[in-house]
């Protein structure tokens, strides 16, 4: 299994993840941050997809030997789903943002029965909010979620408050910090270092003052 460095380095590689700590991008969500992440990138790359898939796979042998399904988050999570459940010769579900406007108005895709082990699949935790109300969907239709898996982590409190209160354990390849110490060995950006630390600790306050 790569380690959380070299999956960052990987993700820097590829653009996946692009820091820019003198002119910050925009979140939806409306804060400013130094970082974006576009792991859907990482698909077109087969050698390193196929890294990040295996990593993925040895998660779960580690820490879900006995899941039954693989669910993958609609829609960055479902092509990582699809290729771990055909290697490890596991059913495949994708959950829906929200219930199909027509026919049978699935919010789950695929098959599920009552009592099943599933493994979520998300591409990136920023506040976790996704793959949570995913891993809710597929509790409520009688699945039993052993816990969420993503690439990156931005590893923000609120997202670690967020699967504390929700009950649901998780793991990610990487992360803001191993990324971080990763991109900093560049000479162009180890100037960088003090400001994308600081916007880790304070993310609320460093856009008011970036505003």
């Known amino acids: 299994m790569l380690s959380p460095q070299e999956i960052a380095q990987i993700l820097l590689d590829r653009q996946a993840v692009s820091l820019s700590p003198d002119q910050p991008y925009t979140w939806t ?60 010769n596991l059913p495949m579900i994708y959950v829906r943002a929200s219930a199909k406007g ?23 935790i920023s506040t976790g909010g996704s793959v949570i109300a995913a891993a809710d969907v597929v509790q409520a239709a009688g699945g039993k979620v052993l816990g969420c898996l993503a690439i990156f982590d931005y590893q923000l409190d609120s997202s670690k408050t967020a699967f504390t209160q929700a009950g649901y354990d998780y793991h990610t390849l990487s992360n803001y910090l191993a990324l971080v110490d990763q991109a900093t060995q560049n000479p162009d950006l180890a100037h960088a270092k003090a400001t994308l630390t600081a916007w880790h600790q304070d993310p609320l306050a460093w856009t008011k003052v970036h505003s």
Do not use: W
């Open 29 to 88: 969500s409306g804060l400013k941050a130094p970082i974006y992440c576009d792991n859907r990138l990482l698909i077109g790359y087969p050698q390193e997809r196929n890294q990040i898939e295996e990593s993925f796979i040895q998660l779960i042998q580690t820490h879900y030997p006995d899941a039954d399904v693989i669910a993958g988050t609609a829609t960055a999570g479902i092509p990582h789903a699809a290729i771990i459940a055909h290697q490890l």
């Open 102 to 124: 027509h026919g049978k108005q699935n919010t789950i895709e695929g098959p599920l029965k009552p009592g099943q082990k599933v493994v979520m699949i998300e591409d990136l």
